[in-house]
């Protein structure tokens, strides 16, 4: 995700001046890109608000954060439940 972002970055044209400062602000960087990741399955920021900019790079971007947070959830539920 955080390469997508920089190649996005990197062709200025493709990007409009709304969306290149929410890409930014969540994705910017691997620091930023941990830190909305760990955000996001602990309820510090909603998944959508992190989401919606990535719809902006495509559906195989938008994909992988849907997958990332699925995994995670029955991840955590499942050892839950086994305790």
Known sequence: ICQ????SAADRSSMSE???PRLQEYWGDL?????TLFMAI???VSWEVCFLPLLDLGW?????FI?????CLFGVMN???SV
């Not at 620091?31 to 830190?35: A, G, L, N, S, V």
């Open 4 to 7: 997508a972002i920089a190649d």
């Open 18 to 20: 709304e969306e290149s």
């Open 31 to 35: 620091p930023r890109t941990f830190i």
């Open 42 to 44: 602990t309820s510090g």
């Open 60 to 64: 195989v971007h938008s994909a992988l």
């Open 67 to 71: 997958s990332y947070i699925v995994l």
């Open 79 to 81: 050892v839950v439940t």
